[in-house]
C-alpha cells in the first residue's frame, strides 16, 4: 500500500519552530517550490524576517504564534492555521531546546523544560494535527530527532535522551498512521550550524552548514523513508557504534567530543 505524501495541490505546510535555525530555512525552501508554510514560534522568536525573506518566491509564510508548550493553545493554533489557509497536509514539527547538563550540578527546571519543548511540544501540536488528517484520510508528518537519540553525549542527558523518546515514538506511531493513510518520518541529523547547536559545550564533528540540512531534508519529504540521517558518513558510524560494548564508546565519545570534562574526579569543579 503505497501512503500519502504531501502535495501542496492539497493543502499546506506547517513548521513548528520554524522562525530560526533548520525550521526557518526549510520553511524558505519550500516556499521556493510553491508551498504556503505557516510557521509556528514564540513571540520573542519573530517571524517577521521569514516572511520578508520569503517575499519573492513562488509560496508565502505565514505567522502564528503560540508556545509549544501551552495544550490549548496549539490546538488552537491548528484551527487557526487551517481556518486561514486551508487543511495541513505537511506538518513539521522541529521546536526544540538544549540545555546542557552537568552531573554535579543538575536541574530539574532545566531537565524539564527540555522535556516540555522537545517531547510534550511535539505532542501538543501531533495530536490535534494526526486528528485533522485523520478526518481527511491523508496526511505526512516529519518529527525531527538528532543523531544524539542513538546513544548518550557529554552533557546531553536530557536533551539527547528526549531526542531518543521521538524516535520510539515514531517507531510505534509507524504500526497505526499508515492505516489511516498518514506518513510519519523521522530526520535524524548531524550537528546542523544553527543557533541551537552554537550553544553546544562540546566539539561538534562533520558540522552542516543549515542550507545543506534543509536540502536533506526535502529530499527525504519527497522520496525518502521512514528513518533520515545526515551526513551519513558521520551518522551511519553512530549508528554502527551501537553494537559496540560500552566501555569502547564510551571511550570513543570521550576522545570525538573531545569531553576533558570526563571523567571529573571527586572534589573537582569543571574548568
Known amino acids: 500500500m503505497t501512503i500519502y505524501r504531501a502535495d501542496k495541490r492539497h493543502g499546506i505546510a506547517w513548521i513548528t519552530g520554524g522562525a530560526t535555525g533548520i525550521g526557518r530555512q526549510l520553511a524558505l525552501d519550500l516556499a521556493a517550490e510553491g508551498w504556503t508554510v505557516a ?79 522537545n517531547i510534550f511540544g511535539v505532542l501538543n501540536g501531533l495530536v490535534p494535527v494526526i486528528e485533522k488528517m485523520g478526518l481527511r484520510g491523508r496526511g505526512h508528518i516529519v518529527l525531527v530527532g538528532s543523531v544524539t537519540a542513538y546513544f548518550g553525549w557529554p552533557t546531553l542527558a536530557a536533551y539527547g535522551a528526549t531526542k531518543a523518546a521521538l524516535n520510539n515514538m515514531a517507531e510505534a506511531l509507524q504500526y497505526d498512521l499508515p492505516k489511516m493513510n498518514i506518513r510519519i518520518q523521522i530526520m535524524n541529523p548531524g550537528f546542523v550550524d544553527t543557533p541551537l547547536a552554537a550553544k553546544n559545550e562540546i566539539l561538534m564533528p562533520a558540522l552542516m552548514p543549515v542550507d545543506k540540512a534543509s536540502k536533506r531534508m526535502m529530499r527525504a519529504i519527497r522520496s525518502g523513508g521512514f528513518e533520515t540521517t545526515f551526513p551519513r558518513r558521520f551518522t551511519w558510524g553512530m549508528k554502527l557504534l551501537r553494537i559496540l560494548p560500552h566501555r569502547v564508546v564510551f571511550g570513543f565519545m570521550t576522545y570525538v567530543a573531545r569531553w576533558r570534562g570526563y571523567p571529573l574526579m571527586p572534589g573537582r569543579k569543571r574548568d
Open 39 to 117: 510557521i509556528t514560534s514564540r513571540a520573542q522568536d519573530p517571524i517577521e524576517p521569514v516572511i520578508k525573506a520569503a517575499a519573492n518566491l513562488p509560496g508565502k509564510v505565514l505567522a502564528h504564534y503560540c508556545d509549544v508548550t501551552d495544550e490549548q493553545g496549539m490546538a488552537s493554533t491548528v484551527e487557526a492555521i487551517e481556518a486561514e489557509a486551508g487543511p495541513v497536509v505537511l506538518a513539521v514539527l522541529n521546536a526544540g531546546v538544549y540545555i546542557p547538563v552537568h552531573a554535579e550540578s543538575l536541574s530539574l527546571p532545566s531537565i524539564r523544560k527540555t522535556y516540555d519543548v
